[in-house]
């Protein structure tokens, strides 16, 4: 028993064995390994080359913002009513007092109707009253009448004038609300959205449009506290529309006193020159004004980039070899180098 054992004991020693040593030979194991040296070319003249030094340049931090419109608003109803027409889309400009959108007021019409009906009947009332008053005063002074009936007469006088400032009252608030049924733009702007359609039942306060004066658009930040307690109002600064691929300058307009205490950072406000392409809730980057700080900078044309490695020529004694960079921010046509080169060193643009 013991000698069948061994076969299967063998077989996936021998098995294990085998794939070490493929593994091994796949790795180099058993081949002349060669020490990795940087490439270089033959001794030359380079007339393309300049010499690495440092230079001093203001820094920015870039803190991510967004583009919102001072000049908002949400259109809804005063009154409970059927919408009977609307008559903007989204995109729409619309003029400060055009009716936008129009409620069923059938109802309406009839109240303010009967209330001016009421204040007509009244008015005949209080004339009759009126004459019958003056009456009981001249009898009154004749001795033909008592005082009890001159009371009464003043009396109905008295209440009738009453009833009539009330159905006035009842007027106006029937042709208030009937005004209600109209709809206005309270400022002009670009309707945003539009969030009901003719048919839908109009509850007050619910939002019916929405509407932003696009002239009134700026830019809002969220900035580390240690940056925005060192900003101040009416400081200028750049902002990136990356979206649009455009730099506009901003103008610090409102600095909020109280920081996000989970995020320890505060809102900066900032105004802009009106611009039809901007739309509210662009992503937008503020530049935020740093300390200057001493960096190597090299035109951009003397780095080659393969993938996501970037490479220069460095010259040294007559002769060129390859060196890895790593690079930072960009600076109009030239670039920083964050390391691979030092001070003083000769790189080349281009090898032949």
Do not use: C
């Amino acid at each position: 028993m013991k000698a069948n054992l061994i076969p299967k004991i063998i077989a996936p020693i021998g098995a294990v064995a085998i794939l070490l040593i493929s593994i091994a030979w796949m790795a180099g194991l058993f081949a002349d390994k060669i020490p990795p040296v940087d490439v270089v070319t033959d001794k030359q003249n380079f007339a393309d080359t300049i010499q690495v030094s440092q230079s001093n340049i203001s820094k920015m931090e870039f803190a991510p913002a967004s583009l919102k419109a001072r000049e908002t608003t949400l259109i809804s109803s005063r009154i409970l009513a059927r919408i009977e027409k609307i008559n903007v889309r989204s995109g729409d400009q619309v003029s400060q007092g055009i009716p936008l959108i129009i409620l069923e007021n059938s109802a309406l019409l009839s109240q303010v109707a009967q209330a001016k009906s009421r204040i007509g009947s009244l008015l005949g009332s209080m004339a009759e009253a009126k004459n019958a008053l003056q009456r009981m005063q001249d009898l009154k002074q004749q001795g033909l009448a008592s005082s009890a009936e001159l009371d009464q007469a003043q009396a109905l006088f008295t209440r009738l004038s009453g009833e009539i400032e009330t159905a006035k009252q009842g007027q106006k608030e029937a042709e208030t609300a009937l005004a209600y049924s109209q709809i206005v733009a309270p400022i002009s702007g670009t309707i945003v959205d539009r969030k009901a359609e003719p048919g839908n039942m109009a509850t007050p306060g619910q939002p019916l449009l929405a509407l932003y004066n696009p002239k009134s658009l700026r830019i809002e930040a969220e900035v580390r506290e240690k940056l925005a307690i060192k900003l101040t109002l009416g400081q200028q600064l750049t902002v990136n529309i990356d979206s649009l691929n455009m730099q506009v300058p901003a103008t610090i307009s409102e600095l909020v006193p109280a920081a996000d205490p989970n995020a320890h950072s505060f809102v900066v406000k900032a105004d802009i020159e009106f611009s039809e392409k901007l739309r509210p809730g662009m992503f937008a980057r503020m530049q935020i004004p740093l300390e200057q700080e001493s960096v190597i900078l090299i035109p951009q044309r003397y780095v080659q980039s393969f993938g996501q490695l970037d490479r220069v020529w460095v010259v040294k004694d007559g002769q060129a070899s390859r060196r890895f960079v790593r690079l930072g921010e960009k600076y109009d046509e030239q670039i920083e180098v964050l390391s691979g080169l030092e001070p003083e060193e000769i790189i080349t643009a281009t090898i032949d």
